[in-house]
């Protein structure tokens, strides 16, 4: 029988193939709301010409791409368990000789290189076992060699919460509750979960961005139309009255952000953290 991290390892594979065209065509490569913290991840990762660098859950290669324009002649990994996010960034980074994207799982992938730096934009959260990957990482990682993530603040990112807590509340199941997406989103649990793995020098830096996704109908039906195909079940299995119920309680929560102009001006709080093997 699969366990229960394997069935939601799969889940993410499926829903990444899903999404991953229009993850890259309407947030990564437009850098906008979170994904301008990338500038400030490759910074504080300090990328030098000729190192051997990693982008673990490299995605549609947006940090990816970033890295090679710093390393020089050095070479460039990047890891993703998604083949279809792994094709777009194959076309959108182009052939070169120094980079090598790699299918793989972060847990067990296993590399016969070390790394001078490695770095991970946006995808601790979904690690089941993220304790396993970050000393599978270690592993791979040179002496003093720094590691460098981002991930999603636990509050004020209104964004996903404006929707996801009264998608809760009328549907319960709405998200799988393994694993707790929010689990990092804290300077201490993040860091904790570093030093757990036995790693130095963790640093953890809380940076704000923010983010506008129009009118509260852009930002509505625009949410509805990017769905990945389980919640996008799980959306459509309710009934008129409920999905009116659900439309204002995100309307409700989103009023506080809405500015004159009906527009809607979201903040957004990331983490940033280092850390040395
Ligand atoms: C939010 S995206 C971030 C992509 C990229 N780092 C960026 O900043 O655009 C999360 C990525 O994590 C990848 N991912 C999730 N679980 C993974 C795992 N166990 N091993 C490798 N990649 C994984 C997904 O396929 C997806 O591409």
């Known amino acids: 029988m699969k366990s229960k991290a394997t069935k939601y390892k799969q889940r993410i594979i499926n829903i990444w193939n899903e999404v991953a065209p229009f993850y890259h065509n309407r947030w990564a490569k437009n850098e906008i709301?979170?994904?301008?913290?990338?500038?400030?991840?490759?910074?504080?990762?300090?990328?030098?010409?000729?190192?051997?660098?990693?982008?673990l859950a490299c995605g549609t290669g947006l940090v990816t791409k970033k890295i090679l324009t710093r390393v020089g002649r050095g070479q460039v990994y990047g890891v993703d368990s998604s083949k279809s996010a792994l094709d777009i960034a194959r076309k959108w980074v182009g052939k070169k000789q120094n980079i090598h994207f790699i299918l793989g799982d972060a847990e067990t992938i296993q590399f016969d290189t070390k790394f001078d730096t490695i770095t991970c934009q946006y995808a601790l959260f979904f690690f089941p076992n993220a304790q396993k990957v970050l000393k599978n990482m270690k592993k791979f990682l040179k002496k003093n060699g720094i590691i460098a993530m981002s991930?999603?603040?636990?509050f004020n990112v209104p964004y996903f919460?404006?929707?996801?807590?009264?998608?809760?509340?009328?549907?319960?199941?709405?998200?799988?509750?393994?694993?707790?997406?929010?689990?990092?989103?804290?300077?201490?649990?993040?860091?904790?979960?570093?030093?757990?793995?036995?790693?130095?020098?963790?640093?953890?830096?809380?940076?704000?961005?923010?983010?506008?996704?129009?009118?509260?109908?852009?930002?509505?039906?625009?949410?509805?139309?990017?769905?990945?195909?389980?919640?996008?079940?799980?959306?459509?299995?309710?009934?008129?009255?409920?999905?009116?119920?659900?439309?204002?309680?995100?309307?409700?929560n989103t009023l506080q952000y809405t500015k004159k102009n009906g527009k809607i001006d979201f903040p957004w709080e990331i983490l940033l953290l280092t850390a040395r093997s």
């Open 161 to 252: 919460d404006s929707i996801l807590k009264p998608a809760r509340k009328i549907i319960p199941d709405y998200l799988p509750k393994y694993p707790d997406m929010d689990r990092f989103g804290t300077k201490d649990t993040f860091k904790d979960v570093f030093v757990k793995a036995g790693y130095d020098r963790v640093v953890v830096k809380k940076l704000l961005f923010r983010y506008s996704p129009g009118t509260f109908s852009d930002y509505w039906n625009n949410y509805k139309k990017y769905l990945s195909k389980p919640l996008k079940e799980k959306f459509n299995a309710l009934n008129k009255f409920q999905k009116a119920n659900l439309q204002e309680m995100v309307k409700d």
């Open 151 to 154: 991930v999603h603040g636990k």
């Open 33 to 55: 709301g979170p994904f301008s913290v990338t500038n400030s991840l490759i910074k504080s990762a300090r990328i030098k010409s000729g190192y051997t660098v990693l982008d």
